[in-house]
C-alpha cells in the first residue's frame, strides 16, 4: 500500500472517529434537555388551579382574598376556554368553588385527568346544572354530591380525621350549606351540620374532598373559615404550609392561565450540528 493511500485511511478512521464522538456528544445534550423539561414539568405538578366561571365571576375578589390567604401559589383554568385535560396545564390539585356549569366534554376531561392522578377540591353545588348524564359521571369522580340546601344557619363539626381545620378559625358559629351525599365505598365523611339528622356536610374521598357550602361568596363564611378548611384539604394532597412537602406554599405570584405550563407537546428544540457533523469525508 502506498504512503498516499495509507494517509487516506488514517484520515477516514480519524474522521469517522470524530463523527462518531460528536453523535455521542448530540445525544447527550438531547438528554440532557429532556433532564430540564422533565424537572420543569416536575416541579409545577404541586401547583392548585382553580376553575373560574361566569357563575362564580362576581365572587372572585372573594375567593382570591381566600387564596391569598392560603399563601399558596396558583393558577387559573377558564372554564370558557376548557375543552380537555390538556388546559390544566402541569397542576395536580383542582379547585372548583361553586362551579355549577359543567358540560359533557369537560366532565370527560376531568375524569381523564382524575384517572390519571390529579385530584379536586369541589365547593357548594358544582355541577347541579349539568345534564344529568354529566352529573351521574361527576359523582363517583367527586365521591360525592350536593343532595340540598339547607333552609337556615346551622353550625358545623368535624367528626373525621383526614381534614382537620387549625385552630379557631376552622370553627364558626352558623352558616348556610348544603348536604353532602357520600358516594363509594372510600368516601368518608369528615363534618356534619350540627341537627338531629346529623347530616354530611364535608366528605373526603381518595379522589376528592367536597365542601358543603359556597366557599368564597361573601355573606356565607369569613375569609379565615374558608381558608383554614381549603388548606386542610391542600394538606391532603401535599401542599400546605403545614405538610412537610410544601413545595407549592410560597410568596404568591400574579396567577396566571394553567395552560401556560402545558405539557401537551414539549418544545424540543433540534441540537445544531458540530462542526464534525457539517463537513464529512468518506
Known amino acids: 500500500m502506498s504512503k498516499k493511500a495509507k494517509k487516506s485511511k488514517k484520515l477516514f478512521f480519524i474522521q469517522n472517529f470524530l463523527n462518531a464522538k460528536s453523535k455521542t456528544l448530540a445525544l447527550l445534550t ?5 433532564t430540564l423539561v422533565v424537572s420543569e414539568a416536575s416541579a409545577v405538578t404541586a401547583r392548585l388551579g382553580i ?28 372554564a370558557s376556554q376548557w375543552q380537555d385535560e390538556y388546559d390544566f396545564g402541569s397542576i395536580g390539585v383542582l379547585l372548583l368553588p361553586n362551579v355549577e356549569d359543567i358540560d359533557q366534554l369537560q366532565a370527560l376531561s376531568l375524569e ?6 390529579g385530584r379536586a377540591i369541589v365547593t357548594g353545588p358544582t355541577g347541579n346544572l349539568s345534564l344529568p348524564e354529566v352529573r351521574e359521571r361527576l359523582r363517583p369522580l367527586f365521591g360525592a354530591y350536593w343532595a340540598f340546601s ?13 381534614l382537620s381545620p387549625t385552630g379557631q378559625a376552622g370553627v364558626i358559629s352558623t352558616l348556610v350549606g348544603g ?4 358516594v363509594g365505598d372510600d368516601s368518608q365523611t369528615e363534618a356534619i351540620w350540627l341537627t338531629d ?32 378548611w381549603l388548606e386542610s384539604a391542600l ?21 396566571g392561565s394553567c395552560q401556560e ?5 414539549p418544545s424540543l428544540r433540534q441540537q445544531p450540528l458540530l462542526p464534525q457533523q457539517q463537513e464529512r469525508t468518506f
Not at 381523564?112 to 392522578?117: A, D, L
Open 150 to 162: 339547607n333552609s337556615f344557619p346551622i353550625a358545623i363539626e368535624v367528626v373525621g380525621s383526614q
Open 179 to 182: 348536604v353532602i351525599r357520600p
Open 30 to 34: 438531547f438528554l440532557l434537555s429532556l
Open 51 to 78: 376553575v373560574k366561571t361566569k357563575e362564580n365571576s362576581p365572587q372572585w375578589t372573594e375567593i382570591t382574598k381566600r387564596l391569598q390567604a392560603t399563601g399558596v401559589d396558583y393558577c387559573i383554568v377558564d
Open 112 to 117: 381523564r385527568w382524575i384517572n390519571q392522578g
Open 261 to 265: 405550563s402545558n405539557p401537551r407537546v
Open 197 to 228: 339528622e346529623r347530616l354530611p356536610a364535608v366528605v373526603a374521598s381518595e379522589r376528592a374532598t367536597y365542601l358543603g357550602w359556597r366557599w368564597g361568596m361573601e355573606g356565607v363564611a369569613g375569609v379565615a373559615f374558608d381558608a383554614a
Open 235 to 255: 394538606n391532603r394532597y401535599g401542599i400546605g404550609r403545614y405538610n412537610n412537602n410544601n413545595v407549592s406554599l410560597q410568596e404568591p405570584t400574579q396567577p
